[in-house]
């Protein structure tokens, strides 16, 4: 069975300060893994995503994520926030092979002025 | 270049209605298509996919079904909606490994 846990359901920074958000993953193969942004009523965006190739991902926006299989996990990182940042996040896992995403409950990220 | 499309954007209707959302893709052919339900609060639930004309799966029993007449609309309906059918509705497309996402329809069922 593969599922993907967010830790936290609300993250809360100050505007030029690093993101953290946290993602662990559990599958049984080896996964592809992705983040997604996605901004108030609006669809969801690819921030990056890991094949099985470097396992230091960047992606848009300045974010980047490193999958660290001892650990399963895959948190998505930013060295300064932005404002324009604010938005819910997705980690979301594919099982090779398969047709279908399965989401994480998403991180809503607030940054404070 | 890709684009997807989706209608309508919002949409409030009542108990019992019947609903029909529609979704179109540009400059691909033969994508695997997808329906998505965000609820408040909570995320992502694969619905429906398809990988070709005519061939739809489901993922979660429900009062909703899904149509691909087409190789590039995917359509979601409903006969008589319920009240726990209100959400944000994604459509998407993928090739190999990425899933690519429409606007959303926001529903509201009252």
């Known amino acids: 069975a593969q599922s993907v846990t967010q830790l936290d359901s609300h993250v809360s920074v100050s505007e030029g300060t690093p993101v953290l958000l946290r993602c662990n993953y559990s599958?049984?193969?080896?996964?592809?893994l992705f983040w997604y942004v996605q901004h108030p009523n609006k669809g969801l965006q690819l921030l990056l995503k890991?094949?099985?190739?470097?396992?230091l991902v960047k992606g848009i926006n300045g974010f980047e994520a490193e999958f660290k299989k001892s650990e399963t996990s895959f948190h998505l990182t930013k060295p300064s926030a932005h404002m324009s940042d604010a938005a819910e996040y997705f980690c979301?896992?594919?099982?090779?092979?398969?047709?279908?995403?399965?989401f994480g409950t998403g991180t809503r990220l607030t940054v404070i002025p | 270049s890709q684009t997807i499309h989706q209608w309508p954007a919002t949409l409030v209707q009542p108990v019992g209605s019947p609903l029909s959302l529609e979704c179109t893709v540009e400059?691909?052919?033969?994508?695997?298509l997808y329906w998505y339900r965000q609820a408040a609060g909570r995320g992502l639930q694969l619905l429906f996919y398809?990988?070709?004309?005519?061939?739809i799966s489901s993922e979660v029993p429900q009062n909703l079904s899904a149509s691909r007449p087409q190789d590039r609309q995917f359509i979601l309906s409903s006969k008589k909606l319920l009240l726990s059918d209100s959400g944000f509705y994604l459509c998407?497309?993928?090739?190999?490994?990425?899933?690519?996402f429409g606007p959303g329809t926001r529903l509201t069922v009252l």
């Open positions: 998407a497309w993928g090739v190999m490994q990425e899933q690519f």
């Open positions: 599958s049984s193969y080896s996964p592809s």
């Open positions: 890991y094949t099985s190739a470097a396992t």
């Open positions: 979301v896992v594919r099982l090779t092979g398969a047709n279908n995403l399965f």
């Open positions: 400059g691909t052919s033969n994508p695997n």
């Open positions: 398809s990988v070709g004309i005519g061939q």
